[in-house]
């Protein structure tokens, strides 16, 4: 019943920046961390970003003072503001939340299918 769906992503020229979106869906009783993981062809996922329900932020040092991770929490979505993008910012880009979908579930993870993003040197 619980949907994560990313959108933003796309092709852009080294130097430039995008704005991803992740709106989480459904029957949702209650969101603790959110985050944002990527993965390049070839390579493992790895953390990006992640966001506590109060806004507590943690960043990659790769992308840290070049990203930007938010979230509202009346909207249940999380986004990631990327600036100065590199060519090796090229990944699959997943999101992820910490979700209880009633008081009847625990917490636990839930992702979204991820959004392409292509950096172009």
């Known amino acids: 019943q619980v949907q994560l769906v990313e959108s933003g992503g796309g092709l852009v020229q080294a130097g430039g920046s995008l704005r991803l979106s992740c709106a989480a869906s459904g029957s949702i009783f209650g969101i603790n961390d959110m985050g944002w993981y990527r993965q390049a062809q070839g390579k493992q996922r790895e953390l990006v970003a992640t966001?506590?329900?109060?806004?507590?932020?943690n960043y990659s040092d790769s992308v840290k003072g070049r990203f930007t991770i938010s979230r509202d929490n009346a909207k249940n979505t999380v986004y990631l503001q990327m600036n100065s993008l590199r060519p090796e910012d090229t990944a699959v880009y997943y999101c992820?939340?910490?979700?209880?979908?009633?008081?009847?579930?625990?917490?636990?993870?839930?992702w979204g299918q991820g959004t392409q993003v292509i950096v172009s040197s």
């Open positions: 992820n939340a910490d979700l209880r979908e009633s008081v009847l579930h625990g917490y636990k993870a839930y």
């Open positions: 966001i506590t329900r109060r806004g507590s932020t």
